[in-house]
């Protein structure tokens, strides 16, 4: 069974541009929540997806958006970047609700803003 | 209301001892409380987790003691091992919640 997978894994931006970052999640998994990684600062929880549907969002600007296919891949958006946002970016799936069982997350998104 | 706060942020214990992870919740309506594991370039993943019902779960070397009149849970490592250097996390949700994470512990264990 394959597992989460993000893409681009890598990736260098300038300040003022915008990103694009892509998952698919496990098949068969129908809620897809991402979470901005730094150090120090943890796993901060950015949206969740469940069914196509925004089910939860945390205290990010609204430079960061998302949204989820009916095939439940999703995609987060980061407008105008900054400096601050260089980040691993993590996508987690899940069956059901994501606080309710097991994540299975990816591998991440790193992102850097010069 | 949704802040999970875990500490210590770095432990190094040594190989054979017990490492020891504390968390606290204050969100009462919080009923799943897990640990992820993450190693360097690699994503969180799951290690063990447990429901407000009970107040122990032990999976081999890895128990989660739970107290639940003092929201707080945490995470014991018995006889840890040099390949259980990870920084750990731990988390709470609900269904109508998002899964909230602590900042992190990194542990180090020296042979």
């Known amino acids: 069974k394959a597992g989460v997978t993000q893409t681009p894994r890598y990736l260098i931006k300038t300040r003022g541009q915008q990103v694009t970052l892509s998952c698919s999640p496990i098949?068969?998994?129908?809620?897809v929540s991402w979470y901005q990684q730094t150090p120090g600062q943890g796993l901060q929880f950015l949206f969740e997806?469940?069914?196509?549907?925004?089910?939860n969002k945390g205290n990010f600007p609204g430079r960061f958006s998302g949204r989820q296919f009916s095939n439940s891949r999703s995609e987060m958006n980061v407008s105008t970047l900054e400096l601050g946002d260089s980040a691993l970016y993590l996508c987690?799936?899940?069956?059901?609700?994501?606080?309710?069982?097991?994540?299975?997350f990816g591998e991440g998104s790193r992102l850097t803003v010069l | 209301q949704q802040q999970v706060k875990q500490s210590p942020q770095s432990l190094i214990v040594q190989k054979g001892g017990i490492s020891i992870i504390n968390c606290a919740y204050e969100?009462?309506?919080?009923?799943?409380f897990p640990w992820y594991q993450q190693f360097p370039g690699k994503g969180p993943a799951l290690l063990i987790a447990?429901?407000?019902?009970?107040s122990e779960k032990k999976e081999g070397r890895f128990t989660i003691s739970f107290n639940k009149s003092a929201k707080q849970f945490s995470l014991h490592i018995m006889d840890s091992q040099p390949g259980d250097s990870a920084t750990y996390f731990c988390?709470?949700?609900?269904?109508?919640?998002?899964?909230?994470f602590g900042k992190g512990t990194k542990l180090s264990v020296i042979p």
């Open positions: 987690a799936s899940s069956l059901g609700p994501a606080g309710t069982g097991e994540l299975f």
């Open positions: 447990i429901r407000p019902d009970v």
């Open positions: 098949s068969g998994h129908r809620s």
């Open positions: 997806y469940f069914s196509e549907t925004q089910r």
């Open positions: 988390a709470a949700g609900a269904g109508s919640y998002q899964l909230t």
């Open positions: 969100n009462t309506a919080f009923d799943y």
